[in-house]
Each structure stands twice: as structure tokens, then as C-alpha cells.
């Protein structure tokens, strides 16, 4: 009958020999996620992410709105940069019939929604991807934020603002301001996702031509 590793000792102290049991690896090392392969997945959904914000904005600024724009002969609230006052939105009132406020407002709920939502969501994790310092990737992950709060926002205002024969002066200022908020978010985002790449690449340039150690 074999003997037991701990009576092979007893009887022969340091001289026995003991067979060595060796565990199978726990990790398989061919399904490892290595930090590479992780940001690299994370590229490919900030680029899926980056053409359907592209599309949706073309859908909604240069396609629908110009549609409506083309219908009424003035521009869409949406799409003035520089903001609007209790006239415009009276005179607009006037030459929009209750289909295409109607239209305008289904576009707000639904390209117009999902445009700032996909869009925030993918300056987020392209922040979150290339900007390793926690609190200056914060700041910039307040900017796409606040654009999306303010540009849903700025949706709803302007359905209020359109939706009265008789405008409020207090409405349209509402609207007004977060229209003119929602497009200074807007180029701000763009220029804190460019200093999210820069970021992300610096690093990256620095150890490539760092020296090996000796």
C-alpha cells in the first residue's frame, strides 16, 4: 500500500522524496482582456457612436429642419445660433399650421432626443478612454452632460414657446437662452473631445520613444 506523503517523512525525515502535485492554471491565458484589447473595443463603440451622432445630426439640422424651413419660409428655432425674440416665434406661429408644429415636435422626441443622448454617451466614454486624471476628466465630462440636459430641455421650451397663439415673453426668452446654451455646449463638447484624443495620445507618443532600461 502506498505510503502518505506525511509518513514518508516520519519514517525517512528529510531524505523522502515527496511528489510534487502541481494545479492546473486557474486563468486561461487565451481568453485574457488585456488593457489594449479593452480600449481598443471602447474605440470601436466611440466610432459606432461618432457616425450615428453624425447622421442624426445631418437628419435633424439638415434634413427635417431645412424641410420645415423650406415649408414656412423662416428657420427653425433649432437652428438659430444666435437666439430669438417674442416677434420671430409670433410670425413663425403664423406660418406654421398645426401639422408641421405637429412634425417639429415629433422630431423633437425622436432624432432630436436620441441625437444629444447618443452623443453624450459617446464623448463620455471617449473622455473616459483617454483621459486617465480623475478630475480632469470630471470637467470634461461636465460639458457633454450639461449639453444634453440643456438640449433636451431646449427641445421642450421651444414646443411650449410654438404651441401658444400669443407668445410668452417668458417663454421665448427660456427658449431662446437654452437654444444659444445648447450650441455653445455643443462646439465645447467637440473641443473637449479633441483634448481628450490629444491626451490619450501624449502618453502613448512618450513611451514609445522612452529608452529601454539598461
Same mark, same amino acid.
Given at each position: 500500500m502506498a505510503k502518505t506523503p506525511a509518513q514518508r517523512i516520519k519514517k525517512h525525515g528529510s531524505k523522502a522524496a515527496v511528489p510534487?502535485?502541481?494545479?492546473?492554471?486557474?486563468?486561461?491565458?487565451t481568453t485574457g482582456r488585456s488593457p489594449?484589447?479593452?480600449r481598443n473595443n471602447s474605440n470601436l463603440i466611440v466610432i459606432a457612436g461618432v457616425a450615428a451622432s453624425l447622421f442624426l445630426f445631418w437628419y435633424v439640422h439638415l434634413l427635417t429642419l431645412d424641410q420645415l424651413r423650406d415649408l414656412t419660409g423662416l428657420a427653425m428655432p433649432d437652428s438659430l445660433v444666435g437666439g430669438?425674440?417674442?416677434?420671430?416665434v409670433g410670425e413663425l406661429h403664423a406660418a406654421m399650421n398645426d401639422d408641421a408644429r405637429g412634425q417639429l415636435n415629433?422630431?423633437?422626441?425622436?432624432?432630436?432626443?436620441l441625437f444629444p443622448l447618443i452623443f453624450g454617451?459617446?464623448? &463620455?466614454?471617449?473622455? +473616459?478612454t483617454?483621459?486617465?486624471?480623475? #478630475? !480632469?476628466r470630471w470637467i470634461l465630462w461636465a460639458v457633454p452632460l450639461l449639453f444634453v440636459v440643456v438640449r433636451l430641455w431646449g427641445n421642450v421650451a421651444i414646443d411650449a414657446a410654438l404651441a401658444a397663439g400669443t407668445p410668452d415673453a417668458g417663454q421665448v426668452a427660456l427658449a431662446s437662452? &437654452?437654444?444659444?446654451? +445648447?450650441?455653445?455646449?455643443?462646439?465645447? #463638447? !467637440?473641443?473637449?473631445?479633441?483634448?481628450?484624443?490629444?491626451?490619450?495620445?501624449?502618453p502613448a507618443a512618450g513611451s514609445a520613444t522612452a529608452a529601454p532600461p539598461q
Open positions: 510534487q502535485h502541481h494545479l492546473p492554471p486557474v486563468i486561461n491565458p489594449q484589447k479593452a430669438f425674440d417674442t416677434s420671430y415629433y422630431v423633437h422626441k425622436t432624432a432630436g432626443t454617451f459617446t464623448w &463620455l466614454l471617449l473622455i +473616459g483617454n483621459v486617465a486624471t480623475k #478630475s !480632469l437662452a &437654452l437654444t444659444v446654451a +445648447g450650441w455653445v455646449l455643443f462646439v465645447l #463638447s !467637440l473641443l473637449a473631445g479633441a483634448a481628450a484624443v490629444f491626451l490619450g495620445k501624449k
